[in-house]
């Protein structure tokens, strides 16, 4: 069965500076897609970022990339630049070819001023 | 941009009540599911959909719970007699494949 895990509940950081949540996953599919979700208090449930498991490069959007290691089964979130609108929940997530997400526990992340 | 819309907002409802929870999938998705997250834990799978059956169910989707496509719009999840422990946010959501979901913005379910 699939497993995915974040062994950090919390985690603060300053505004502007980085910060890097951990996500470790266990499947034996070779062919699968992980995903980062922020969830601010209103509980929305928004996509940060995707990374196909078939593609070597690292995904990025904007402030937001991540550090994927396939062989490792790692894919950590690297947030820029952070932003105060940045402070919520972050979900990593796993689909296969099966369809359903699979979260792990969530890192609660707060951006102080 | 499309969205999957949820309705209500919010419910609350005496143990032992029948809810309904509708939600609107993106029109062109295929997939849709019902996620479930207990205040303070992480979202749980509930149940898949496709091709007007039910294509996988966990655990937690019991004889009590059941979903259905009405009319080729709405997805609905209902909880036949709700207990205390069913409180929770739920989510809709659908997909054109297992890379891309959108997610509506939620249920929140109080059972009293």
């Known amino acids: 069965a699939q497993t995915v895990t974040q062994s950090q509940p919390e985690m603060s950081v300053q505004e502007a500076e980085t910060v890097t949540l951990s996500c470790t996953y266990d499947?034996?599919?070779?062919?699968?897609?992980l995903f980062w979700y922020k969830q601010p208090p209103s509980r929305q449930m928004i996509l940060v970022i995707r990374q196909e498991a078939y593609k070597q490069q690292n995904a990025t959007e904007n402030r937001f990339s991540v550090n994927f290691q396939k062989a490792a089964k790692s894919f950590s979130l690297k947030i820029s630049d952070s932003q105060l609108g940045d402070t919520a929940m972050y979900f990593c997530a796993f689909s296969s070819q099966g369809g359903k997400l699979i979260f792990g526990q969530g890192t609660e992340l707060s951006v102080k001023p | 941009e499309p969205e999957v819309t949820q309705t209500p907002s919010h419910q609350v409802t005496q143990m032992g009540q029948e809810v309904i929870l509708r939600c609107v999938p993106i029109?062109?998705?295929?997939?849709f599911y019902w996620y479930r997250q207990i205040l303070g834990q992480k979202v749980e799978f509930l149940v898949s959909?496709?091709?007007?059956?039910?294509?996988?169910k966990s655990e937690i989707f019991d004889d009590q719970f059941s979903v259905e496509r009405p009319d080729g719009s709405n997805f609905t999840l209902k909880i036949r007699s709700t207990k205390l422990e069913d409180s929770a946010m739920y989510f809709c959501a659908s997909s054109e494949g297992p890379d891309g979901y959108t997610f509506g913005s939620g249920t929140r379910l109080t059972v009293v």
């Open positions: 499947t034996s599919e070779s062919n699968y897609y």
């Open positions: 959909f496709y091709n007007n059956e039910i294509s996988e």
């Open positions: 029109s062109n998705h295929l997939y």
